[in-house]
């Protein structure tokens, strides 16, 4: 393990805007685990809500971004309802997501792909929330 | 009674889950409710954008919303998604000072649109407007020695100070109506776990999962049927192919209502 | 020309650095009537005064103005000084350029400005100060407590000792409290009864202690000293003097569906009870609702049964008004309901309990004997998980934003006492911090884990999912980041204390405030930790904020010491700064006698000679004792026939003009 600056320099940008766009206050967490402990989704997470949380805290922003938890986030609002500091982390994992997104080239599900993944039952509206969540 | 709303049925209604409309409208026939479906309705997006700046993505629904205040009637909603996504950008125009005017600003309407309008989901509108009790008297086929358990998925309930739709945790509403119907309500400790929702896109594994959790807990309570108001909590439940293996049938709440009122 | 003299307070750099005391010496130096202004670093320090007493003897000073803190923290210390130097110390005023000036303003050259023109309207009052004598008043040598926990309980013992008469008031049918439910208390795990019961009997048994049970606060009229309560005594149905506490009517009621309050419905009790069997008084009460007799007029079983004849179905309500000198509140806490808490599935599993019903299943008087069961099905737990913080440090609607701060120490109590009697029930505490202060707590709740083995995960608990005869738990353990799932066959929940829902009412009766919790505010969180705004009214114990039993005693000795303190003067200082009425002005409408809320005021004839012809008129009237100096008469009065003694309408004119100057 490599020692990590807290919140280095050229991550404050970043974080910054990620808490605009969530327009939530993550120094309201004071790490209960409370999200993580009734995330449905948890299964598939590398790194659990209350970790996303923390790393924001410290700025280590690049190992949010690697992981799997905000793709495996379904915006269930499990979290949000029972956070005991009223922080709605699915707006948190939706920012982290659109920042990333929202890059030029940076979608993560592009029109092309969309045939391959979906069957003759699947309603419309599991690909225009699939489209609105991962493409911009 | 005599009773009329402005109805939004959004796009999944009019292809893959044509069933949930069909019955809805046959049954609010029958229940003496005019349903008037919006004339230049558009999609509601299916998801509700969380980002503070996110703006476009909401005026879908205020335009039906705006339209149904002008007409002095409550919009009625039946898709789940579609009731979460219309609710809360109602509930942003009534409380949000910066996205209301934005909104306005763009849409031009002849009266600035500040949220007056109400939004029920069809299931408020039987529950609220109608009354369980006055429904159970109009049932035809009571359905008897039916164990039923309700799916209620996320998109009514949560966050619960928007929707303000039942207790998040401990909801009765589909219950009440399955009770009101003659049939026996099974509660189960997941009927408010999420299926996956769009995941089903991307990471059909963790859909996987999580549908099967939900059906070994209707099983081991003994549901032998599952309703639902949102169509892709049916698709998730369905493809998962847990119903089969145990036995447990997927419909809409609305299937369910026609066949007691007797007109299935 | 009067000699006033202008004394400005630094506070070190609470006032000086924020304010330019220079500049204040220099302007105070031009203000009319001024002839001496001076500053020191801490004007209330010994030197500070001796400074202020010094220069009023060599100055010949008539008037002292002290710029400095709020009148509230200092005004009594320099009255006190100038008494001391020769000096009326109503010719003292206070300028407060800290609270209102220096604390508040940032920019130097504004506050700078400010607190001058705070000294001038200061300076402008001075001059039109009167020397005052303050009067004196009686003290009814009685106290009343409100409440019969620990707190109340230990208020009262403490007041009686020191040879003063104490009543009680509780509002339950017997004294004990919370406390009386616990079955044992950190960190020593001594037998809450064996240590609470004895002072029951000692309060009840003692010559100067009354007790009031099943009683409730009507109304408070007076001040310190003088204060007069009326209560409510309701209505017990059962002789108090007759009933010699034998108990064949509660065996013999028939009905027996009532939850029991003292079991936190964990067992139902009979319409005619006696909350516990060491209550005090050992009289039952019937409970009206419950009872077949006063619902259907049939029954009536108890009154045939009971050896003593005691049973009165027509007791009714009584009203008892008596005078006290000093109120001690201590009416105690309670712990929130958990019906928003669905997650948990309190309210629909009954092996879901509160850490209060876990005292009662483990209490050897409790329901099950002392024997760990499971409510639903009385069978042996093999896991109990406790899940601490239930609505504690909650920003949410359904907590409290606060610490509980009795929660991690029963907690780990509770563990203890399970893995001490069962060393094979295994047991698990979510925590998000453990917070153990106090004197062998952490050394307690160390034992517990290093000991006692019970598994501590810090994290919490997001959902319970009845699951046949378990209880999934899932929860989390944030250091490592594993989701955790634990088949339990118990749950207990630390429920978020909270104020009494009657508190903030009580408060209201009492003019004491409340916060924004409903817990009762102490006059200073620091140095004034048992008074409250108002003078004789003290608090002790819960429903101060969250506490524990040490903590609790502790609070109520204090208050007790407080009350002796007030109760051991034969006379109080009155304060002189009262309505006054000018006779010769005032019309006789007497509408000052509606406004005045102590009943100060009545009217009185009086005969003058007007030109030789001798004619009658009716005035109003102040009585010196009652007035309380609010000034809700002076406004009230049309032609401007009433002041305020120490704040006439000139003085604050007089301050107003300066300030706008």
């Known amino acids: 393990m490599t020692r990590v600056k807290v919140i280095p320099e050229n991550k404050k940008n970043i974080i910054d805007k990620i808490i605009e766009m969530s327009g939530e206050n993550i120094r309201d967490c004071m790490q209960c685990g409370k999200c993580s402990a009734g995330c449905p989704a948890s299964d598939g997470m590398d790194l659990l809500p209350h970790q996303v949380i923390r790393l924001l805290q410290l700025g280590q922003i690049d190992r949010i971004v690697e992981s799997k938890s905000i793709w495996n986030c379904a915006s269930c609002f499990t979290c949000a309802q029972r956070c005991p500091r009223n922080i709605d982390i699915a707006n948190i994992m939706e920012a982290i997501r659109l920042t990333i997104i929202r890059c030029v080239g940076n979608s993560r599900l592009k029109a092309d792909d969309v045939p391959s993944k979906v069957d003759c039952k699947m309603p419309q509206q599991a690909i225009v929330s699939g489209f609105r969540k991962y493409n911009k | 009674m005599n009773m009329k709303y402005s109805y939004y049925p959004g796009c999944t209604l009019k292809t893959k889950a044509q069933d949930l409309e069909k019955f809805a409208l046959d049954s609010a026939k029958t229940l003496g409710v005019a349903l008037q479906e919006q004339k230049e309705w558009q999609c509601c997006g299916a998801v509700y954008p969380l980002a503070t700046d996110e703006i476009?993505?909401?005026?879908?629904s205020v335009r039906s919303l705006a339209e149904a205040y002008q007409k002095g009637e409550k919009l009625v909603t039946l898709c789940a998604a579609c009731h979460h996504v219309i609710k809360r950008v109602n509930?942003?125009?009534?409380?949000?000072?910066?996205?209301?005017?934005?909104?306005?600003?763009y849409l031009q309407l002849p009266n600035d649109y500040e949220g007056e309008c109400e939004v029920i989901h069809y299931l408020e509108m039987l529950r609220d407007e109608i009354g369980f009790e006055s429904l159970a008297q109009k049932v035809k086929k009571p359905l008897k020695n039916r164990k039923i358990g309700a799916y209620y998925g996320c998109l009514l309930l949560r966050p619960s100070k928007v929707m303000k739709f039942d207790d998040p945790e401990n909801p009765s509403i589909i219950e009440d109506f399955i009770k009101a119907l003659g049939a026996t309500p099974i509660i189960y400790p997941y009927r408010t776990e999420c299926c996956g929702g769009y995941l089903a896109i991307d990471q059909k594994d963790v859909v996987e999962k999580m549908t099967q959790n939900i059906f070994e807990s209707a099983s081991k309570y003994g549901v032998e049927e599952i309703v639902t108001a949102c169509p892709l909590c049916k698709y998730n439940l369905e493809i998962s192919g847990f119903g089969?293996?145990?036995?447990?049938?997927?419909?809409?709440f609305t299937e369910l209502l026609a066949e007691a009122l007797g007109v299935k | 020309m009067q000699r006033i003299g202008v004394f400005v307070c630094w506070c070190g750099t609470n006032i000086a650095g924020t304010v330019n005391i220079e500049k204040v010496i220099a302007a105070a130096g031009e203000m009319p009537g001024v002839v001496y202004a001076k500053d020191y670093q801490y004007m209330c320090s010994a030197v500070g005064q001796n400074l202020v007493k010094n220069t009023i003897k060599e100055q010949k000073l008539d008037r002292v103005v002290i710029a400095s803190c709020s009148p509230r923290m200092h005004e009594a210390t320099f009255r006190k000084t100038a008494k001391v130097a020769g000096l009326n110390p109503y010719l003292v005023e206070v300028a407060n350029i800290r609270e209102h000036c220096s604390w508040i303003h940032k920019n130097k050259e504004e506050a700078t400005k400010k607190a001058i023109a705070l000294t001038r309207a200061a300076v402008a009052k001075v001059a039109l100060n009167t020397a005052l004598i303050a009067g004196e008043i009686g003290v009814e040598s009685r106290a009343l407590v409100i409440g019969g926990g620990i707190a109340g309980i230990q208020t009262a013992?403490?007041?009686?000792?020191?040879?003063?008469?104490?009543?009680?008031?509780?509002?339950s049918p017997s004294i004990g409290g919370k406390m009386a439910q616990i079955d044992k208390t950190f960190p020593t795990l001594d037998c809450s009864a064996c240590i609470l019961t004895p002072k029951m009997v000692d309060v009840s048994t003692h010559p100067n202690i009354n007790i009031y049970t099943y009683s409730e606060l009507e109304n408070v009229k007076g001040y310190v000293g003088n204060f007069e309560v009326t209560m409510n005594q309701r209505a017990r149905s059962v002789n108090m003097e007759k009933c010699i506490g034998c108990g064949i009517c509660t065996d013999k009621c028939p009905s027996k569906k009532a939850k029991s309050e003292f079991e936190e419905g964990l067992r139902n009790r009979s319409a005619i009870y006696t909350p516990f069997p060491q209550?005090?008084?050992?009289?039952?009460?019937?409970?009206?609702?419950?009872?077949?007799?006063?619902?259907?007029?049939?029954?009536?079983?108890?009154e045939t049964v009971c050896p003593a004849g005691a049973i009165e179905f027509s007791q009714e309500d009584t009203k008892i008004t008596k005078k006290y000198g000093a109120i001690v509140v201590a009416i105690g806490y309670d712990i929130i309901a958990l019906d928003k808490f669905g997650e948990y599935a309190y309210t629909n599993h009954q092996d879901v309990i509160t850490s209060l019903?876990?005292?009662?299943?483990?209490?050897?008087?409790?329901?099950?004997?002392?024997?760990?069961?499971?409510?639903?099905?009385?069978?042996?737990?093999?896991?109990?998980?406790?899940?601490?913080?239930?609505?504690?440090?909650?920003?949410?609607?359904?907590?409290?934003?606060?610490?509980?701060?009795i929660c991690c120490m029963y907690t780990a109590k509770h563990a203890m006492l399970i893995r001490d009697k069962y060393p094979d029930i295994e047991t698990y505490v979510f925590y998000i911090d453990v917070r153990t202060p106090g004197k062998n707590f952490d050394e307690f709740h160390r034992r517990a884990v290093e000991e006692y083995g019970v598994n501590y995960i810090k994290g919490m608990v997001g959902k319970i999912f009845p699951d046949g005869e378990k209880l999934q738990v899932h929860g989390v353990d944030a250091l490592t980041g594993d989701t955790i799932k634990i088949d339990a066959d118990m749950v207990v929940l630390a429920a978020a204390t909270k104020a009494k829902e009657d508190a903030e009412d009580l408060g209201r009766k009492l003019s004491i405030s409340t916060d924004t919790n409903n817990f009762f505010t102490e006059a200073h969180p620091k140095l004034k930790p048992v008074e409250t705004h108002c003078a004789g009214i003290y608090l002790a114990g819960a429903c101060q904020g969250p506490k524990d039993i040490p903590e609790t005693v502790a609070q109520a000795s204090g208050a007790a010491a407080k009350a002796i303190g007030l109760l051991s003067k034969d006379k109080l200082v009155n304060n002189p700064c009262i309505s006054e009425v000018d006779e010769k002005i005032c019309s006789g409408c007497l509408a000052c006698t509606k406004i005045c809320p102590y009943d100060a005021i009545t009217s009185k004839v009086i005969t003058f000679n007007d030109h030789g012809k001798i004619t009658k008129r009716v005035?109003?009237?102040?009585?010196?004792?009652?007035?309380?100096?609010?000034?809700?008469?002076?406004?009230?009065?049309?032609p401007g026939a009433i002041d305020i003694k120490g704040f006439t309408n000139k003085q604050i004119l007089a301050e107003v003009d300066a300030l706008c100057r």
């Open chain 2, 56 to 60: 476009a993505t909401k005026l879908s």
């Open chain 2, 91 to 105: 509930e942003d125009m009534k409380h949000k000072e910066d996205i209301r005017k934005k909104v306005n600003n």
């Open chain 2, 244 to 252: 089969d293996e145990n036995n447990i049938s997927i419909s809409y």
């Open chain 3, 157 to 171: 013992l403490d007041i009686a000792e020191a040879g003063y008469e104490v009543d009680i008031i509780e509002k």
């Open chain 3, 279 to 302: 209550a005090i008084p050992n009289v039952p009460v019937i409970d009206r609702e419950a009872c077949i007799k006063f619902k259907t007029g049939k029954c009536g079983l108890c």
């Open chain 3, 357 to 405: 019903e876990f005292e009662r299943l483990t209490n050897a008087a409790g329901p099950t004997g002392g024997k760990l069961v499971r409510p639903s099905d009385h069978k042996k737990p093999k896991k109990v998980v406790f899940v601490q913080c239930v609505g504690s440090r909650d920003k949410t609607e359904r907590g409290k934003t606060y610490c509980s701060k």
């Open chain 3, 619 to 638: 005035v109003a009237q102040v009585n010196k004792a009652l007035c309380q100096g609010c000034g809700g008469c002076t406004v009230a009065c049309r």
